[in-house]
């Protein structure tokens, strides 16, 4: 009897435990749940915010480009109040200066752009007589050129399709005229209320700490976008200078436009270089019998390219703009995916900006004291 009078209060004392330590638990499963309803929820409005980023492409692209050019000719047009000029006239002139420059590349880049895809199957034609003694020596490259050879298939391919990818230009001409339109209408009008835009976001917010949050943030956006292609526009302009004397010294033709494609392609990081290095390859295949001299001009851009992003550039920009580089890859992939050739420029500045908020946010400055 004993025995069994000790074993109760052993019982009673282990259901008082545990009816002590249910409420702990249950608020811990229910902590847990509320956290995967919340990253639920976030997961489902990233998701919701990429499908109308990717749906809204026609407008959402050339108003975002034209937001981040208004900011940096707005930050330029600034700069040019110190000599009397207002800075809605400074950012109109800028405006109308970049509109030019845009309309003379285009017309520089449209003739030889032309000629090359009406040359397209001759050039290519040339390209590949060139390089086919050096892949013959590879057997199964040689074997699967000879099993698809045939040299009418090219110029059928051509005329067969040549309807379907007039039809497709065409279709694609259209749009891009359209948001050519909503990127000068938009940029014009951002740059005329520039200032009552900002005025007004300030005054959204109802308490003095937040309006100075709200500046601060602008401001250095702002001014990381002013540094970044006020410097970037210097170093690859000395880029594109460079290219043009390999373009020269390769014997390439139009060694100034091998130079301004240089410098253009140079803002949209590793696409930009992968595609002007081929485009080297592929003209100085063309101009030279020698394989070495055919892939000379190829090699110095790269190897100078290289030096310049490794070198140059970090002892330049320094640590200010430096972002992770696999970072930059998946933004890269990601906006070309959502907007094509655009959003692969955009890439950077949009990182950029994301940076500089999350750093602002991250880090609040410093309070205030008053002198002694």
């Known amino acids: 009897m004993q025995i069994t009078t000790d ?6 004392v282990g259901k008082n435990i545990a009816l002590a330590e249910s ?3 249950v608020v811990r499963k229910r902590n847990g749940i509320e956290a995967l309803v919340a990253l639920s929820t976030v997961g489902l409005f990233v998701i919701a915010c990429s499908a109308a980023v990717y749906s809204m492409e026609a407008i959402l692209m050339p108003i975002t480009l034209a937001i981040i050019v208004g900011i940096v000719l707005g930050r330029a047009a600034d700069e040019l109040e110190r000599f009397g000029l207002p800075p809605i006239f400074g950012g109109l002139l800028l405006a109308l200066v970049f509109v030019l420059g845009l309309s003379s590349l285009v017309n520089a880049l449209l003739g030889p752009i032309t000629d090359i895809a009406r040359e397209a199957p001759r050039l290519a034609e040339g390209v590949v007589d060139r390089i086919l ?3 013959e020596r590879f057997t199964w490259l040689r074997m699967a050129l000879i099993r698809n050879a045939d ?17 497709t230009v065409a279709a694609g001409l259209t749009p891009a005229l359209i948001q050519t339109l909503i990127f000068l209408a938009a940029l014009v009008l951002f740059l005329l209320g520039r200032l009552q835009l900002r005025n007004s976001i300030i005054l959204a917010f109802a308490s003095r700490d937040r309006r100075l949050n ?17 410097t970037a526009s210097l170093i690859y302009l ?16 139009m060694a100034p436009l091998w130079g301004l494609f240089a410098f253009v392609s140079s803002f949209i990081p590793y696409l930009g270089v992968t595609f002007m290095t081929l485009s080297l ?6 101009t030279h019998d020698a394989l070495l001299l055919g892939i000379a001009p190829a090699v110095a851009f790269f190897v100078v390219h290289l030096l310049m992003e490794n070198l140059v550039v970090p002892a330049v920009v320094g640590h200010r703009f430096a972002v992770n580089p696999f970072l930059i890859f998946i933004a890269i992939i990601f906006w070309t995916w959502m907007w094509g050739a655009v959003g692969a420029l955009l890439a950077l500045p949009l990182s950029l900006i994301a940076m500089t908020v999350f750093e602002q946010v991250r880090e609040p400055p410093a309070e205030r004291q008053l002198p002694e």
């Not at 601060?216 to 702002?222: G, P, V």
């Not at 000395?238 to 033709?253: E, N, R, S, Y």
């Open 23 to 25: 409420p702990t638990v």
């Open 7 to 12: 074993r109760k209060p052993e019982r009673s």
């Open 281 to 286: 390859l592929v003209g100085g295949l063309m």
């Open 151 to 167: 040299p009418n298939a090219l110029a059928d391919a051509l005329v067969k399709n040549a309807g379907p990818m007039l039809g």
């Open 238 to 253: 000395v880029l594109g200078v460079m290219t043009m004397v390999i373009a020269f010294v390769g014997g390439l033709t």
């Open 133 to 135: 003694p050096f892949i």
């Open 214 to 230: 709200a500046i601060r943030i602008m401001n250095a956006t702002e001014d990381a976008l002013a540094q970044y292609f006020s």
